[in-house]
């Protein structure tokens, strides 16, 4: 029987959910019908909200959650989150986040039929009807594909349907020299980990060999490290860190010649969006995370220590050992461009 009402459980993080979004589409085109619920994270909704395949978001305050000095409150609104969505009477729940509170979520809708991934975490499977193998050494992409696959979906359309997007009424088109230009393109300096970050300095010298003018993204914390950028460029760079919201950020990646970029939830964007990516990978695995399709280039460095997966590390070496000279010729050679 096929599900009426169906809730994907996948708060976070920025690039998880763009790995989501073929999960979703393979989904929706399998049961049509069907009325799908996503619970997401308080910050991540601008991405989800207004698609045509999701009826309705659930977000979440999950940074909040952790903070002990909010206990009453957050007690308060999980218990008043978790009756309404028992109430919702879902037929099908997917925790594709796999761990402890979004296994909780799942658990406590009481559907019929709770799937989760095999591999999840912090005993988040007893929670589940189901489980799937996804797979550790797999893309995300692939590893959600295969919950969906369970049920019956075909998976051989890799779509990454994003709704329909427009700049935000309050957005203060700072970009309009570059971004009505026919070439420009984007960095992309800031990660979750400061060990997956190349060093602002490379991304300077980067930008000042560059023959297109570049375009600095990334959150408030990032300005810092953009200004560094923007004052190494000679002049070709504009800092846009802490000045977008999610969909600006869609339609800066959208209109870009290519993309430089960490290991980062932007990188997904554009890769998903079918902009060239150069991504720059040290402790972590592009087998994994790597930016997903085709005509994509990583470059790393051949530190044998890489990956390592640490968050913290006395000498990055892998990230702090590659110069911008070295990749400037990668993307010259892709791209067929020469120094300015």
């Known amino acids: 029987m096929s599900p009426h009402k169906i809730l994907i ?18 989904l929706s ?42 206990a009453r409150h957050t007690i308060r ?59 550790n050494d797999i893309h995300a992409v692939d590893r959600y594909l295969k919950i969906a696959e369970f049920w019956g979906c075909n998976i051989s359309e890799i779509r990454f349907p994003f709704p329909s997007i427009e700049h935000s009424s309050s957005f203060n088109p700072h970009p309009s020299p570059f971004l009505s230009i026919d070439s420009y393109a984007v960095l992309v300096p800031g990660a979750r980990w400061k060990t997956k970050r190349w060093p602002a300095e490379q991304f300077g010298k980067l930008a000042s060999l560059l023959p297109v003018r570049t375009v600095i993204v990334g959150s408030r914390s ?13 002049g070709k760079s504009l800092s846009l860190a802490g000045k977008t919201d999610l969909r600006d950020l869609v339609n800066i ?15 997904h964007i554009a890769a998903a969006l079918g902009i060239p990516v150069f991504a720059i990978f040290g402790p972590t695995d592009p087998v994994r995370t790597g930016p997903y399709g085709k005509g994509h280039t990583i470059i790393r460095s051949s530190e044998t220590c890489a990956p390592c997966f640490r968050r913290s590390c006395d000498d990055t070496k892998c990230m702090n050992g590659l110069k911008a000279e070295e990749v400037f010729k990668i993307i010259a050679s892709k791209q067929n461009i020469s120094e300015s």
């Open 9 to 26: 459980v996948k708060p976070s993080s920025l690039g998880d959910i763009v790995h989501s979004l073929p999960f979703l589409n393979a």
């Open 29 to 70: 085109k399998c049961f049509p019908e069907a009325k799908i619920h996503w619970v997401v994270a308080q910050g991540f909704e601008e991405l989800l909200e207004g698609h045509p395949m999701i009826h309705k978001l659930w977000i979440i305050k999950k940074d909040s959650w952790k903070n002990i000095r909010y």
């Open 77 to 135: 609104e999980v218990n008043l989150l978790l009756r309404e969505l028992k109430q919702e009477k879902y037929d099908l729940v997917i925790d594709l986040q796999g761990l402890l509170r979004s296994g909780a979520i799942t658990g406590a809708t009481g559907a019929p039929l709770r799937i989760g991934f095999k591999e999840a975490r912090e005993g988040s499977r007893v929670f589940y009807t189901h489980t799937v193998e996804g797979g």
């Open 222 to 234: 990032d300005s810092g490290i953009a200004d560094e950028i923007v004052a190494l460029s000679k």
């Open 253 to 267: 990646m959208n209109g870009a010649q290519f993309v430089v970029s960490n290991d980062s939830g932007p990188m």
